[in-house]
């Protein structure tokens, strides 16, 4: 089973960057894809970005694009999520997730989440 822990949330004003990490535990790091969900008050999780395996091939939700960058350092069993131009609409739980498969992209393990909080 794997253990998914995030830290770097805060507090930020617009225009403000923030990165994200997520250490995982518990299995072959490098064998399973990664991304970021968050969930805003009142509203559903949504997907925010994923990373395949290796690191080489990403995704993001439109409303990220170009602002968010997701990575993964395989040695050191971490994934970011490194936060630019930051939004207030961008506040949000933000939480890890990996994959519940080698070598696929489907997440299903999620950590406990850390605020992302964004004021104008």
């Known amino acids: 089973q794997v253990q998914l822990v995030e830290s770097g949330g805060g507090l930020v004003q617009a225009g403000g960057s923030l990165r994200l990490s997520c250490a995982a535990s518990?299995?072959?790091?490098?064998?399973?894809?990664m991304g970021w969900f968050r969930q805003a008050p009142g509203k559903e999780r949504d997907f925010v970005a994923s990373?395949?395996?290796?690191?080489?091939?990403?995704y993001y939700a439109d409303s990220v694009k170009g602002r968010f960058t997701i990575s993964r350092d395989n040695a050191k069993n971490t994934v970011y999520l490194q936060m630019n131009s930051l939004k207030p609409e961008d506040t949000a739980v933000y939480y890890c997730?990996?994959?519940?498969?080698?070598?696929?992209?489907?997440?299903?393990?999620w950590g406990q989440g850390t605020q992302v909080t964004v004021t104008s």
């Open positions: 997730a990996a994959a519940g498969t080698t070598y696929t992209m489907d997440l299903k393990y």
């Open positions: 518990g299995r072959t790091f490098s064998r399973y894809a």
């Open positions: 990373i395949n395996w290796s690191g080489g091939t990403t």
